[in-house]
Structures are given as structure tokens and as C-alpha cells.
């Protein structure tokens, strides 16, 4: 069987960056659900700050370069999408934004999206509901049910809240996966299994 295409959208501008960070988590995730089913990934992570040049130049003539071209290919070919953007003044980063005006409305149409972003406080969670999947639902993507967003606080210290993220990042992950591998409906158990939902549930509507 092909592999699946798993392309991963991350705009952090710091390196190291705790949105490349949550990136990473939300992969290995995804991969090792896939490869519990028995299916390679062939991983593509488009750091937006590498293209952050190209991008505004695109939208000033049109034109993409070679990289930022290669990108836009990946995404637009992608079986399944992970992004994750730092949030700036309550939304998402400008770069990210642009760089998915400089993509045609129809290229990720269908196409399964896990959101997730990072910020300095838990206040700005909503973010996923309220900005990320009014976009993506413009665009006609997919957006898997679980977003994961990671404060702070989430990362260590005295408010270390770690094996909380964990759970939203395995869940996550494994709604994604779930649908990459094709199951059309599936729920996630609370300990991260996937639980096939019986045909007779899907006709009684649970």
C-alpha cells in the first residue's frame, strides 16, 4: 500500500520554537497510529519562517519561487495536514495567513486537518474554534474534532500541566490517523485506542 503524505504547516519564528515543538508531538502521534495500522508516512514540515520572504513576494507579483512553489505542491498533495500557529493579538500569526492566501481555495478541499497552536496563555485557547476552523471551513478542508492548543504552562515549571497535553495530542493524532487510513467513522477511547463505531450505531445515529 502507498504511504500516506502527511504534511505538517508549522509558522513558529524562534528556533527553537515551542510551535515546531507541538509540531512534533502532534507526528509522532499520527505516525505511530498509522503505523499501527500497518502504513508508512512520508513526512513533509513546511517551516513558514524559512519562506517568509517568498511568501510576501508572492503576493506582491503572483508568482511563487521554487520553494515556496515545492510547498504549496506538498500541501496541496497532502493526505493529511497538520498546522499549528503561534497566536498573536488573540488570532493567528500573519505569516500563517498568508501563506495559505498565496494557496488556490480548492487545494485542500477534503482534506484532513488536525488545527493546534501555541501561546503564552491559557486565555487564548479559543482561538482554535473561533479563528482556525472558520478558516479551514472556507477553504472546504476537514478539520478532525479535536484541536490542541498549548499554553505556557503546558510545557513545564510549577503549572506543568505535560501529561494533560499528552492526552489532547495522542487524541488528536489519533482522530487524524483515523481518518487518513481511510475508517469513516471512528471514536477515539479515553486511553488513545481506536474504537470502530458498529454499522448498527451508524444507522440508529449514535
Known amino acids: 500500500m502507498p504511504a500516506k503524505n502527511l504534511v505538517v504547516v508549522t509558522a513558529g519564528l524562534t528556533q527553537p520554537s515551542s510551535t515546531r515543538l507541538l509540531a512534533d508531538k502532534l507526528v509522532d502521534a499520527t505516525r505511530a497510529r498509522l503505523a499501527g495500522r500497518g502504513l508508512d508516512v512520508d513526512l513533509t ?3 513558514l519562517r524559512d519562506l517568509a520572504t517568498d511568501v510576501v513576494n508572492n ?15 506538498s500541501v496541496t498533495r497532502a493526505d493529511g495536514l497538520i498546522v499549528v ?6 488570532s493567528y500569526s500573519g505569516l500563517f495567513k498568508m501563506f495559505f492566501d498565496v494557496i488556490d481555495n480548492s487545494a485542500v478541499e477534503g482534506t484532513p486537518v488536525l488545527l493546534a497552536a501555541t501561546g503564552g496563555t491559557e486565555r487564548h485557547s479559543l482561538v482554535l474554534d473561533y479563528q482556525l476552523r472558520p478558516m479551514f471551513a472556507y477553504l472546504r478542508a476537514a478539520p478532525v474534532p479535536t ?3 498549548a499554553a505556557s504552562s503546558d510545557w ?5 500541566r505535560d501529561g494533560d497535553l499528552g492526552r489532547r495530542v495522542e487524541r488528536a493524532g489519533g482522530e487524524l490517523a483515523a481518518v487518513m487510513a481511510g475508517i469513516a467513522e471512528a471514536r477515539v477511547k479515553p486511553g488513545g485506542a ?3 463505531v458498529p454499522f ?3 444507522l440508529a445515529g449514535l
Open 45 to 47: 514540515v513546511i517551516e
Open 59 to 73: 503576493l506582491l507579483t503572483g508568482f511563487p519561487s521554487a520553494g515556496l512553489g515545492r510547498a504549496i505542491k
Open 85 to 90: 500557529t503561534p497566536v498573536y493579538t488573540g
Open 147 to 149: 484541536g490542541v492548543y
Open 156 to 160: 513545564g515549571g510549577a503549572g506543568d
Open 194 to 196: 481506536l474504537e470502530s
Open 200 to 202: 448498527e450505531q451508524l
